[in-house]
């Protein structure tokens, strides 16, 4: 539309919603509400009571809304979003929302409302099940990753699309909050008092920090498929019959292995805050091992449909090599377990919390589930070049949380 | 000057040297030949012997001279070779050319002339040993590697140097003449007959191809450093006291290793061909001693200058994690020996021969040295992952060396 960048308000996203063409009846009264809760963007959904039909307009500020106009914040990360998930759209159509419109100069994308679903965490840590989560993911993961990759597009094409996704301030988040600032006393940091003595251990193991030095250089260096690149379980909407993967502002060339620990990190942050939520030993149990099952399902899903498409797509006669695809798939695994471990321990000591470990009140409840999530942490870090499937993580992971709790 | 591209002859590329401000007296009577002996571009020679100034005028032809024009060319090229010879203008001064002009339009760089210097292979097919070669091109390897890395740059700066040489047309020709063609019976080979035995085992080494493959990926994936990209020893003019690395046109973000291991490759190549060449047994073993000898300097003259700009420049609390410097380092050097590896069976198998071999007149002696060069290649390739030290690498390959000899 060409006019200079505005934040909208719920007035002109109304104005700006009846402008868009075949969304809405001409003379459709229409219903605003800003529901975002996000950090950094305007989030509008927009409403026509008499026809049903709905969307959602998601504008990016030109600054992190919760620190206010101090923390500037790149609007190139709408055009990013929005061209992630067109892609998505072609590449695994169902599991993002449809995206009716992006306008670069306001920094939005219109996009299908997905009011009927909720965020992956807070059914989370209501402990609802979701049937074809590890399916619906495991697809998201093995078409996105697969077809955004070297073995998918011809080195031409996938050069553009680095090019086309290189996402400096975006990934300077990431940089900082996943791979560095947990790792010594920064400023950004907040943690539970009741375990400085364990994130202290953490900033003078210098094993630890070699190992996350590693990572974070793969993480910056390696450009092997468009990532999602914040693919938490806040980035995940769901019904007991549908999924969408939500929010790819984050979206970069990097290592594959990123968005799978994503995922598991958060199933894992769950893991570990079972005990601390209510519920009796039964319960607690079967919640967690449906994670269990949900996070190697996910795996086991990723891995088959990933070599399913090599199998129907790959004709370079070097990615063709015999055991070529198993080393690829190998990579990806220790590196998920890698990524999955800092991603853990940065919930529990940087900037960035979570709602699982957050909502329990109870400081040394909190703090035994926060000491678990850092012990599993480190040990995926620290052992992960010793897991060769996804029953050896998920083996890893639940060895842990039982020890300890014998230890409490 | 905004002009159309045109590809300039020795009139007019008088004429545009006339016109470069602070080059060439006013009234000058400039000379000027056409010296270009590679398969891309034109080279221009400009003399005023009057004066004694001289320049050389590189510009890129939109198609791969040695075919015609039914080869197009990126003329980005261009732009890429002059922009990295800006930058190691600034990271290595002494050891490139100065740059006089850059004209983006005209394909073109107006640089110093080193006539009075020769290209490191001819002087090496000539057995000359050169005195500060081993020192300068350490130096140059490790400020060109570290001053490009995210170790040196802001995670910005890096990004956007990683956007600006993105060179998909040259890095597909590597991507196809080092890492795919020799591989298969691709139309690109071209090989001596004798050694058509040898080379259909690598065809079907499928463990080789394996681990190539991986060299391949690493390549294409990993935006570590500002590679040279095509470090050969054609690519490095010397004297006796002075080194100039030439021709970046290839130069894009890859993996450290790359550039070390090409100009190994190189060595390794001269190495292997030695016993073809005229000369006593003395003056060959004493030249391969001297291969030997620089080759191993060039790796520990760049590790201990690479360890003291890190010691001087790098602060990131993970970067500096102990360790972690001894694993990039270790990293590169098993990069190095698997494309050094790489480098040479395309030499003996692949499209582009190489002086060293090709000038060994008798096919059966050429045939010999050419299956050195693919057992060497093989080994590094293969072996790579036990080689610790530049003493490690050596010792393999003039281990291989002498091997064969006594089989012969």
């Known amino acids: 539309m060409g006019e200079a960048y505005q934040a909208l308000n719920e007035q002109t996203a109304v104005n700006y919603a009846r402008r868009l063409e075949g969304v809405f009846p001409e003379e459709a009264v229409l219903e605003n509400r800003e529901i975002g809760d996000g950090n950094l963007n305007l989030v509008f959904h927009i409403v026509d009571p008499a026809s049903g039909r709905s969307v959602i307009i998601k504008q990016a500020l030109p600054y992190a809304r919760v620190v206010g106009e101090s923390w500037p914040l790149t609007l190139d990360r709408a055009r990013i979003e929005g061209e992630a998930l067109q892609l998505y759209n072609q590449w695994a159509p169902g599991l993002v929302p449809k995206v009716f419109a992006s306008d670069r100069e306001q920094a939005l994308t219109v996009m299908e409302d997905l009011s009927d679903h ?224 800092c991603k853990m321990m940065r919930r529990v000591i940087g900037l960035a919390p979570v709602a699982d470990l957050e909502s329990l009140e109870d400081a040394s409840e909190r703090a035994k589930a926060e000491k678990l999530a850092l012990e599993v942490g480190k040990a995926l870090v620290l052992r992960r070049r010793n897991l060769h499937s996804a029953e050896d993580v998920l083996r890893l992971v639940c060895s842990i949380a039982s020890k300890q709790e014998v230890q409490a």
């Open 118 to 341: 909720i965020i992956l965490r807070k059914g989370m840590i209501g402990r609802t099940r979701y049937p074809r989560l590890a399916e619906d993911m495991a697809a998201f993961l093995a078409r996105t990753l697969f077809f955004s990759s070297e073995y998918a597009l011809t080195p031409a094409e996938k050069k553009a699309r680095v090019r086309q996704f290189i996402n400096p301030e975006m990934c300077d988040i990431t940089e900082k909050l996943v791979f560095t600032d947990p790792y010594y006393d920064a400023e950004t940091n907040s943690f539970n008092p009741l375990i400085r003595e364990e994130v202290e251990s953490i900033w003078k193991n210098e094993g630890l920090k070699r190992e996350v030095a590693q990572l974070k250089e793969a993480f910056m260096a390696r450009a092997q498929a468009l990532l999602h690149g914040d693919l938490h379980t806040g980035s995940i909407m769901v019904t007991a019959e549908s999924t969408k993967v939500i929010d790819p502002e984050f979206a970069f060339y990097g290592p594959m292995g990123f968005d799978v620990g994503a995922l598991w990190a958060n199933f894992f942050l769950s893991y570990v805050s079972q005990e601390g939520h209510p519920g009796d030993a039964e319960e607690i149990r079967s919640y967690r091992e449906w994670i269990r099952d949900t996070a190697e399902a996910m795996w086991t899903g990723f891995e088959s449909r990933f070599r399913a498409l090599w199998q129907e797509h790959v004709t370079d006669p070097m990615w063709t090599a015999p055991g070529f695809l198993d080393d690829v798939i190998h990579q990806v695994l220790q590196d998920a377990a890698g990524f999955a471990g």
